[in-house]
């Protein structure tokens, strides 16, 4: 089992910065990818970053030069730095963990809830 655990989530003004953090322990043998996702009410959970390999990232388009994932392979911690926010970026963003297994392992957190509200 991986248990994941995020942090960071509040309500900023638009325009601010919020960092998430989510922090992943347990049995884990190989991470083949760690990743943000986030779920606005009444819409599908979409990706919102993601970080392969430990150095491919990929984001979606909404959030491109905005938002930036990174990782701490050491503490097996990945990071999402939030820039520049806007009304819509509220929701509830969760962490994501796959690992390299045969099927994969997918891990979810418990979410944290960004609002972005004046």
């Known amino acids: 089992q991986v248990q994941l655990v995020e942090s960071g989530g509040a309500l900023v003004q638009p325009g601010g910065s919020l960092r998430l953090s989510c922090a992943a322990s347990g049995n884990m043998y190989s991470i083949y990818a760690m990743g943000w996702y986030r779920q606005a009410p009444g819409e599908q959970r979409e990706l919102v970053a993601v970080?392969?390999?430990?150095?491919?990232?990929r984001y979606a388009n909404s959030v491109k030069g905005r938002f930036t994932i990174s990782r701490d392979s050491a503490e097996n911690t990945v990071y999402l730095q939030m820039n520049s926010l806007k009304p819509e970026d509220t929701a509830v963003y969760y962490c994501?963990?796959?690992?390299?297994?045969?099927?994969?392992?997918?891990?979810w957190g418990q979410g944290t809830q960004v609002t972005v509200s004046s």
């Open positions: 970080l392969v390999n430990g150095d491919s990232t």
């Open positions: 994501n963990v796959v690992l390299r297994t045969a099927p994969p392992q997918n891990y």
